[in-house]
């Protein structure tokens, strides 16, 4: 045990032994701070039983990431659980499955095809700056009235929550207004991680794997999971009716599949038409156009 984690010090490379690391107990960016305070900029630290050489030189990341990067393609693998969709995730798979979703992916997204989607953004700006007006002005005049905190940070997640969601699926929950709809609280299942399961994840993946452990909630991945679906099925019917056809993460990623149509990306119209769904699990979801 010994050997294994002195492997950094044995080599001359400056850093925390096994014993000192805290990520755990720190915010990340702190302690990477402290850690290149204390050992430099390129410095060797434990993550689990994985060496991991910390780089904070741009120079040498610049070599890394662009110049030479056909001799760094992977990143450490990370098992986030057995679902389909967890191990399909953009920043999961390693080796040459990575680099074929890479491939793709940066193929849908370049700046043009990105800058179509400000549009939506535009509009839940506008969305989210009346609903903050209408209905919560009272709340928070009241809450300064008594010297009591704003929490703004409810409000500019619901609003992120809305963004994210309308550039992804073209739908827009209004959350700031709907704190209970289905792709609000989902989404904060997925994103309140738990640390015991992602402590083991990390630190003992084989043990999480026999405990049959799941990094995010199964639950809320198989709604996801069904809403990209029928999402998909939708759009594909509507494929043949340029006048129905939405700008978003999906249908950029739709639009991979058929290089062989003319698609301008750089043009998008002013305005969005909100329709309603009928179908499941997207109804009643207000979707933007």
């Not at 399909?88 to 992916?105: A, E, N």
């Given at each position: 045990m010994r050997w294994w984690f002195?492997?950094?010090?044995?080599?001359?490379?400056?850093?925390?032994?096994?014993?000192?690391?805290?990520?755990?107990?720190?915010?990340?960016?702190?302690?990477?701070?402290n850690a290149v305070q204390k050992y430099g900029r390129i410095y060797g630290t434990y993550i689990g039983t994985s060496r991991s050489l910390v780089v904070?030189?741009?120079?040498?990341?610049?070599?890394?990431m662009v110049r030479d990067f056909h001799?760094?393609?992977d990143h450490r693998h990370f098992d986030p659980g057995s679902t389909?969709?967890?191990?399909?995730?953009?920043f999961m798979p390693g080796d040459d499955d990575w680099k074929r979703v890479r491939s793709i992916v940066s193929a849908a997204f370049t700046l043009g095809k990105v800058r179509a989607m400000m549009a939506h953004i535009d509009h839940i700006c506008d969305t989210f700056v009346d609903n903050?007006?209408?209905?919560?002005?009272?709340?928070?005049?009241?809450?300064?009235?008594?010297?009591?905190?704003?929490?703004?940070r409810l409000y500019f997640g619901a609003f992120l929550m809305d963004v994210i969601s309308a550039c992804a699926y073209g739908i827009n929950p209004e959350s700031i207004n709907n704190l209970d709809h289905p792709i609000v609280t989902n989404a904060k299942?997925?994103?309140?991680?738990?640390?015991?399961?992602m402590l083991f994840l990390v630190l003992a993946p084989w043990l999480a794997k026999l405990l049959k452990l799941q990094l995010f909630d199964t639950n809320s991945i198989d709604y996801f999971d069904e809403l990209t679906k029928q999402i998909f099925k939708e759009r594909k019917a509507i494929s043949e009716h340029p006048a129905k056809r939405r700008i978003d993460f999906i249908q950029l990623m739709i639009d991979s599949e058929n290089t062989d149509k003319d698609l301008d990306y750089?043009?998008?119209s002013d305005g969005e038409q909100d329709v309603e769904s009928t179908d499941a699990p997207t109804k009643g979801l207000r979707v933007v156009r």
């Amino acid at each position: 045990m010994r050997w294994w984690f002195t492997y950094w010090s044995r080599h001359g490379v400056p850093g925390p032994n096994f014993m000192e690391y805290d990520l755990f107990y720190n915010i990340h960016h702190d302690y990477i701070l402290n850690a290149v305070q204390k050992y430099g900029r390129i410095y060797g630290t434990y993550i689990g039983t994985s060496r991991s050489l910390v780089v904070n030189e741009p120079d040498l990341l610049r070599d890394i990431m662009v110049r030479d990067f056909h001799v760094f393609p992977d990143h450490r693998h990370f098992d986030p659980g057995s679902t389909k969709v967890s191990k399909l995730m953009y920043f999961m798979p390693g080796d040459d499955d990575w680099k074929r979703v890479r491939s793709i992916v940066s193929a849908a997204f370049t700046l043009g095809k990105v800058r179509a989607m400000m549009a939506h953004i535009d509009h839940i700006c506008d969305t989210f700056v009346d609903n903050l007006d209408a209905h919560r002005r009272k709340e928070i005049a009241l809450q300064l009235d008594l010297g009591e905190p704003v929490n703004m940070r409810l409000y500019f997640g619901a609003f992120l929550m809305d963004v994210i969601s309308a550039c992804a699926y073209g739908i827009n929950p209004e959350s700031i207004n709907n704190l209970d709809h289905p792709i609000v609280t989902n989404a904060k299942r997925i994103l309140s991680v738990d640390g015991f399961r992602m402590l083991f994840l990390v630190l003992a993946p084989w043990l999480a794997k026999l405990l049959k452990l799941q990094l995010f909630d199964t639950n809320s991945i198989d709604y996801f999971d069904e809403l990209t679906k029928q999402i998909f099925k939708e759009r594909k019917a509507i494929s043949e009716h340029p006048a129905k056809r939405r700008i978003d993460f999906i249908q950029l990623m739709i639009d991979s599949e058929n290089t062989d149509k003319d698609l301008d990306y750089n043009t998008h119209s002013d305005g969005e038409q909100d329709v309603e769904s009928t179908d499941a699990p997207t109804k009643g979801l207000r979707v933007v156009r």
